[in-house]
C-alpha cells in the first residue's frame, strides 16, 4: 500500500450548531473530558506554532498545562526558538488532535508572559527532575548528551531538592482571538465550527467548508 492510498473513515461523531455550547471555553472543557475519559496519549499535547523576527514558520508539541476564559497557557524556556519567536511576533496558533475521537481544535490568539508569581507556583509543582531539568537544559542550542547530563548532575548537586525557579523559565498564556472545532465526517465534509471574538469581546460562531 502506498502513502496515497492511506485513510481513515471519520464517522463517530458530528457538530452542529444546534449541539455546540455557545461558550467555546465550555466546548472546549466538554471535549477535553471526553479525550482524557476514552483514551489517547497526553489528550493536552498540542502543536504550538510561531513565527520568527524574519518570517519564518516554526511548529512543536507541547503540553497545555491550564485554561480558562482568559486562555490556554504552557510552560517554556524563555530563551528557547519558541520563545524568541514569540518576543518577536507575540501571536501563536495551537492545535489539538484527538484521533480515538477524531476531532481537532484549533486556536490562534495573542500570547503573553504570565506572572512570575503563576510560573512559581507551576513551577514547585512539577517533579523535581523536571525542576532541575529546567536549569540544565540549554533549550534549543547545540550541545552533546555528555554535557547536559553533566549539567544536571551539576545542578542537582547545588540545589539538593530545594530548587529555585529559574529566571528564563516560566509560562506563556494565548489569549484566544479565534477557536475553531472540527469534527471529522464521511466523504471528507467535516464539521468546522469557528468562534470569533469581535471587536466588544463577544464571540461569533459561523460555519467553514471543509
Known sequence: MSIADLRENYDKDVLLESNIHPNPFT???LWFDQARAEGGLEPNAMT???VSADGKPSSRICLLKD???RGFVFFTNYTSAKGQDIEATPYVSLLFFWMVQQRQVHINGRVEKISEAESTEYFKSRPIGSQIGAWASLQSQAISREILEQRYADYE???????PKPAHWGGYRVIP???EFWQGRPSRLHDRLKFT??????WQLGRLSP
Open 48 to 50: 504550538v506554532s510561531t
Open 27 to 29: 466546548q472546549f472543557q
Open 197 to 202: 471574538r469581535d471587536i466588544t469581546g463577544q
Open 177 to 179: 482571538e479565534t477557536i
Open 67 to 69: 485554561f480558562d476564559e
Open 157 to 163: 548537586a547545588q540545589f539538593g531538592e530545594d530548587i
